[in-house]
DNA sequence: CCAAAAGTGTTTATAGTACACCCATGC
DNA sequence: GCATGGGTGTACTATAAACACTTTTGG
């Protein structure tokens, strides 16, 4: 038992997990094998430990519930209704992380029936007040991608210019101009073209592209303002 | 005494409370009386109680600072380093908020021995990682205030344009071109020109502007993407 | 040779930037 | 009449937006 003077909330770590299969933007789902919210669909969350950071307990949860770390991690918001949880007070810090669904294998935690991709347009209800949460995380995605190279994150390391317009048009739900699209991201000079082209593919190949990280830090500590799209 | 089965940590809410005084940036301090960091300034903040949201919170610390209601307040990031707090493991949920300092009347609380305005440049050691949460909220607020209509929170309803130039550039730490900065808010067609303008100035009079919040609402819900400077 | 998707340039419109002089007011 | 700060317009540059045809590949 652990005492204390003054009441003191639960507090929990809610992930929201996005990743990309080559179409559709995905989520990682749970489905909850206990009370509350039994069989319910949920964001995989942890509480947090006595002595592990919150950015620690989110890693922990991807640990669980994909055998992976290392990933993309971003702190989200903090959601502390009072009745957000009907056991007791709870308050949740929600992390978003982007992550290649290829190096996540799914595994069903202790307290969870099942795990899977969910594509963010069929969400059904979830429990607790995740999909408030999804649903500011899917706000903060479409934000930040228009200004931060983020979207490399949920793609192989090796991509082409097509792949990286298809995820960048499913996050914004709209569709855009090839010749801008690319003109735009080859001008920033953040992509390296490699002499690697698509394999088997009934049409002309495309080249594959790598994110150059060192460039894009040298643009970052000159103060550059890069607008993706 | 409060029991759990799980230790559960400490939830406080800091406040980042901004105010302007026509020249600089301004953040609220308080001077703590006791222990730990006792004598040393840091940000007003508050154990979050048992039934309270995290948002009434941070109401609740701008009732007790400054008898103040109905201002701007957004979250701004939640800091949970375990050993943030010497006492025991606190998270805390940092609230930013925007105000006139004129509505205020600075109060100092029971723990406090002193309350005051200070430049955000002459800020010196905060108790516990308060300037950590000073320097996130100044990033949040330089980055915000270019695509957002959140300066007008720290002006009197009516203002000049070169006294909402000279916030501007408090906030950014750069100076703005005169003609270029009133063409480019005036064509967003979200100030009004009032027909009063300024008395007693030993200079030639400028007008009176308010901000337009309908007009502003409107061009929200058109999708329209602000980027006032 | 056909279907499917990749690659490519130019023109036009819009927005940003740089810059200097006159005006109104109080003392 | 002088010092102080308010108000204004134009030319130039850079970026965004719109748009159609040719190329490569597998079947």
């Given at each position: 038992m652990y005492q204390y003077q003054y009441p003191h909330p639960a507090v929990t770590v809610d992930c929201i997990i996005f990743g990309f299969d080559g179409q559709n933007l995905k989520v990682m789902l749970v489905q909850r094998?206990?009370?509350?919210?039994?069989?319910m669909w949920a964001l995989p969350g942890a509480f947090v430990n006595e002595d592990e950071s919150l950015e620690s307990c989110a890693e922990r949860v991807l640990m669980k519930e994909g055998?992976?770390?290392?990933v993309y991690l971003e702190q989200l918001f903090t959601f502390g209704t009072?009745?957000?949880?009907?056991?007791e007070r709870v308050i949740s810090v929600a992390y978003m992380g982007l992550v290649k669904t290829a190096d996540f294998e799914l595994i069903a935690g202790n307290d969870e029936l099942q795990i899977e991709w969910r594509d963010v347009e069929q969400v059904g209800d979830l429990a607790f007040d995740h999909n408030d949460i999804l649903a500011t995380a899917i706000q903060r995605i479409r934000g930040k991608i228009r200004y931060q190279p983020?979207?490399?994150?949920?793609?192989?390391?090796k991509f082409t210019l097509p792949q990286l317009q298809q995820l960048y048009e499913a996050i914004l739900g709209q569709s855009l101009d090839r010749r801008n699209f690319r003109k735009k991201l080859l001008s920033m000079q953040i992509l390296k073209q490699l002499s690697e082209k698509q394999q088997n593919v009934a049409h002309k190949a495309a080249f594959y592209y790598e994110f150059d990280r060192e460039r894009y830090e040298v643009l970052m500590k000159e103060g550059i303002y890069l607008e993706l799209v």
């Amino acid at each position: 038992m652990y005492q204390y003077q003054y009441p003191h909330p639960a507090v929990t770590v809610d992930c929201i997990i996005f990743g990309f299969d080559g179409q559709n933007l995905k989520v990682m789902l749970v489905q909850r094998k206990s009370e509350p919210f039994a069989k319910m669909w949920a964001l995989p969350g942890a509480f947090v430990n006595e002595d592990e950071s919150l950015e620690s307990c989110a890693e922990r949860v991807l640990m669980k519930e994909g055998n992976i770390s290392g990933v993309y991690l971003e702190q989200l918001f903090t959601f502390g209704t009072p009745s957000r949880d009907p056991r007791e007070r709870v308050i949740s810090v929600a992390y978003m992380g982007l992550v290649k669904t290829a190096d996540f294998e799914l595994i069903a935690g202790n307290d969870e029936l099942q795990i899977e991709w969910r594509d963010v347009e069929q969400v059904g209800d979830l429990a607790f007040d995740h999909n408030d949460i999804l649903a500011t995380a899917i706000q903060r995605i479409r934000g930040k991608i228009r200004y931060q190279p983020i979207g490399f994150e949920l793609l192989d390391s090796k991509f082409t210019l097509p792949q990286l317009q298809q995820l960048y048009e499913a996050i914004l739900g709209q569709s855009l101009d090839r010749r801008n699209f690319r003109k735009k991201l080859l001008s920033m000079q953040i992509l390296k073209q490699l002499s690697e082209k698509q394999q088997n593919v009934a049409h002309k190949a495309a080249f594959y592209y790598e994110f150059d990280r060192e460039r894009y830090e040298v643009l970052m500590k000159e103060g550059i303002y890069l607008e993706l799209v």
